[in-house]
């Protein structure tokens, strides 16, 4: 697997489950991606890290005491040199905080906005912890270094104008890059050149009335119809069917709590 690439303020950096049985989302995990869960101590809340081959993938944190309506789902976070000012920066342009900025002992500072959609994202500022030790990485369709890694990472909305604008001028994407710009399909990648590590579409056409925006991550897979299978095996759920794409073969699910994500690997 690979972590080559530089580091760009803007880029996904970490995705991070909200679950109200952690103990069923690590059994769902580890037999589906061969994941190892490693616990924190009670000074960082017991958050659990997801690890595939020792590299850290994916972070979990259980539900609340007393939250009752939180929604079984992953967040990704996206880095920013600094939280707070980018947290300001969000604010000045539309978005909402969920979670103010605050430090996370030594290894830095996060926070949780809605976005000018409503679309919740969160705000990585690097400590002793950069993020992902490992990414799947996508090229033309190709899916490759990617079985059980976060590999893409995309936003539905039906405000793609309004977002793309946000994201320029919250995060820095500077060198955005649009691969479709038509009435049935329109898309911008976060970088212009690879690696393309995720994008915006425009989902005003097809999310459901009253569906909120979002954004979704992309886990690798060798075999995305055998991984889908196992996902139900696994007590989740098909959202969406296995379906070959100019961009390589891919599905929506949900795991066996609820939570929404989507499986990617090579046509």
């Known amino acids: 697997m690979s972590t080559s690439h530089s580091i760009q303020p803007g880029d996904p950096r970490w995705v991070e489950l909200y679950t109200s049985d952690p103990d069923r989302s690590i059994a769902f995990y580890g037999e589906l991606f061969g994941w190892t869960a490693e616990r924190a101590g009670e000074e960082l809340g017991g ?60 290894l830095g500072h996060m ?45 539905h909305t039906r405000a793609y104008d309004a977002s793309l604008a946000f994201y320029r001028d919250v995060f820095g994407w500077s060198d955005t890059f649009t691969i479709a710009d038509s009435p049935e399909f329109r898309y911008t990648t976060i970088h212009a050149e690879s690696p393309m590590l995720g994008g915006v579409m425009d989902a005003s056409a097809f999310l459901p009335e009253g569906a909120p925006a979002g954004w979704t991550v992309y886990f690798g897979a060798d075999d995305v119809d055998k991984t889908v299978a196992q996902v139900v095996e696994l007590g989740g759920s098909v959202l969406t069917p296995a379906q070959d794409t100019p961009y390589g073969r891919m599905a929506s699910v949900a795991d066996a709590t609820g939570a929404r994500f989507s499986i990617g690997g090579s046509v």
């Open 47 to 106: 958050y659990i890290t997801f690890r595939k081959d020792g590299a850290a993938v994916a972070g979990a944190m259980a539900r609340m005491a007393g939250d009752t309506e939180g929604p079984e789902q992953w967040t990704v976070y996206l880095a920013s040199p600094d939280a707070q000012a980018t947290a300001n920066t969000a604010v000045a342009a539309g978005a909402t905080v969920v979670v103010p900025p605050m430090p996370i002992g030594e």
């Open 111 to 155: 926070a949780v906005l809605g976005d000018v959609d409503g679309a919740g994202i969160g705000i990585w500022q690097a400590g002793t912890f950069d993020g992902f030790e490992t990414i799947g990485l996508v090229t033309a369709g190709q899916w490759r270094d990617h079985a059980g890694a976060p590999s893409w990472f995309e936003l």
